[in-house]
């Protein structure tokens, strides 16, 4: 199958979370199962490994009404799968990808509707017969719409079918349509305008010929009102052409047997090196080493949807125990000063690195004993995942794929990989941390056991792929 694979960030080149890691491992697994893939992204300023690129177009053009935007395209090898950078510098030329720090760029809507249909002409462009466009998130959530409207009767996409996968339903693309010429002037449908507003998700729901989420648990939430950010009602109408696709784990970047960025590397049957990354980690956090201490790590964008609200007001009680905490991510300023306010005052327990950082991460699901992400919703997460493939047992909530890969101690002894708690509210979330700690110096047999079942757990990418592949062909 020819297909186009559409994404805002794909890891190695630009990345500000999950949907990265999901744009580079999908399509190369898709490309191992003999699919012939293009993905296209733009290309940022900060767009990584920009120097093994080479322009194969320039000067091209899309027209919207009486608007004319000219991109140029880089290609870029990743992995032996064509990736198509489209070059807009008015755009894509800043210091961010979707804002300067903390506020979004005015124009995302305008970048994200040019970066759009300048995929879909791309695909004109190089004479690629599609057969499936996949798009992922609000970024490219119009590409649907896009195709029925512009180009249903263009040589090369005219039969093509529109995957649309959700990887955050929170992230809608709402905008005033004023405030994006190019869908103005391109045309929208009054149906799809409320007091002067559009809604691209929304659009994608109607549109797309099949709808995937990131887990199964994920598919059945954005069907019911409480976990569908609103959408209940479209998702349900939808609901034989969505498919829950668990993400896979890319292993080749997470495998402590050969992970570059660890001090140390290990493995299920010698796990001393994990010893050595805990040292290093309590090194680096500043924190007194000492292998007897608890670890709990987290690596994740500082916001409401990660449970920092009601992880917060009971942060304190949990560093009034024996334990340790190293945190790194970025988000809302209000959640990371109070964190900064915690890490000053308990220096010896808690340490906070407000910054992206890829290098810590790894060290973090490496050295700690175990990965904290009580999300409030959760549409699969990989960092549990990353973290299984560590050795490091997860604490998270019973939602989304965090409810489909991880079993809690109490609810099966035999098959158990971490802890897990249900309620979104600080109490709940407190005791599951403490049943936790209470099993690292209670049971620490039990609780080397499930280490070594967490570190032999595996979610490819090859499943994951083959399942995609499995909603394009019921496509034809
Ligand atoms: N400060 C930091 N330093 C270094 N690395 C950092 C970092 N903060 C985050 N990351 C990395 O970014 C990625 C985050 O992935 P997640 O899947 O957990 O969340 P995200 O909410 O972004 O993705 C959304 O899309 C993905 C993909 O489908 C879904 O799994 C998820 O549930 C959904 O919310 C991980 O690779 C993580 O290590």
Known sequence: MNILFVSSEVEDLAKTGGLADVAKALPIALSKLDQNVKIVTPFYRTTANADQAKTVFENLEVIAGDLRYYYSVKEINLHGVTVYAIDQGDFFDREGIYSDGYDAYADNGERFAFFSMAALHLAHVLQFKVDVVHCNDWHTALIPYFMKKHWHSDPYLSEAKSVYTVHNGAFQGVFNLEQVPFLLKSGVDHQYVHHGMVNWVKIAIQHADKLVAVSPSYAQELQTDLGSHHLGDLFRQRSA????VLNGCDYSQ?????????????????????????????????????????????????????????????????????????????????????????????????????????RF??????????????????????????????????????????????????????????????????????????KALLFYYEYPEVFNTVKHRAIKTRFTWDAAAQQYLAVYNSMK
């Open 361 to 434: 991460a790894h060290l973090i699901t490496a050295g700690s004993d175990f990965f904290l992400m009580p999300s409030l919703f959760e549409p699969c997460g990989l960092n549990q995942m990353y973290s299984l493939a560590y050795g490091t047992l997860p604490i998270v909530r019973a939602v989304g794929g965090l409810k489909d890969t991880i079993v809690d101690y109490e609810a099966d002894p035999e098959t158990c990989n971490g802890f897990v708690f249900h309620h979104p509210e600080p109490e709940d979330l407190l005791s599951c941390v403490l």
């Open 254 to 358: 997470w495998d402590p047997a050969t992970d570059e960025l660890l001090p140390s590397t290990y493995n299920a049957d010698d796990m001393s090196g994990k010893a050595f990354c805990k040292a290093t980690l309590q090194q680096q956090s500043h924190l007194p080493v000492d292998d007897s201490i608890p670890i709990i790590g987290m690596v994740c964008r500082i916001t409401d949807q990660k449970g920092f609200f009601y992880l917060l007001p009971i942060l304190e009680n949990i560093l009034h125990h024996n334990v340790q905490i190293v945190l790194c991510g970025t988000g809302d300023p209000q959640f990371v000063g109070q964190l900064q306010e915690l890490s000053e005052k308990y220096r010896n327990k808690f340490y906070f690195l407000n910054d992206f950082s890829l």
């Open 241 to 244: 052409d969505i498919t829950g």
